[in-house]
């Protein structure tokens, strides 16, 4: 599958992130809401691909987890296995974090906010590898956000891939 063309989602995603949910109000506030989550999750993902782990890592509340359905080494089969913000950032330099291309890009979100609470739906592209043996694929990254005091953070983000059944 051919990288899509990251510019060119970079300069839509605003557009199709802040689109209004049916039956909800486009009011300044829900406006400045949505476009902070957009906020913090192009943040995120800039960190992320930077391999700047201690920033990614503010992005969460704390006691924060990432949850996914993967096979651990050594495992037979595929199971949820959900992991702590910080165990995550200490093991993600050695896993494909540790590879010398490594991105992982928003390509279209679609974000609800009510009151203190904001679900995000990203889709993402992620390549990763080595120049000779480059691997890239699309997913699904679903946010939990709160916003306390005057500042939204990811509580709890599942994933999967295009690949996972």
Known sequence: ?????????????PLVATGCVAGESADA?????????LDVLEDYY???SSRDWQAVAQ???????????????????DRVVPTAVEEF???????????????ERMLDAKIRVFNNLAQAWVRYGTRFGDP?????????????????????????????????E
């Open 59 to 77: 992005h969460f509340w704390p006691g924060a987890d990432i949850t996914t359905i993967w096979r651990p080494p050594g495992e037979e089969s």
């Open 1 to 13: 599958m051919e990288p899509r063309n990251w510019q060119l989602a970079h300069l839509l995603l």
């Open 29 to 37: 506030a829900g406006d400045a809401d949505q476009r902070a989550v």
């Open 89 to 103: 950032v200490a093991q993600a330099p050695a896993g494909q974090g540790g590879k010398e291309i490594f991105e």
């Open 132 to 164: 000779d043996s480059l691997q890239y694929w699309e997913g699904i990254d679903a946010f939990a956000l709160l916003k306390h005091g005057d500042r939204w953070k990811i509580a709890s983000l599942v994933f999967t891939s295009d690949t996972n």
């Open 46 to 48: 800039s960190d992320f």
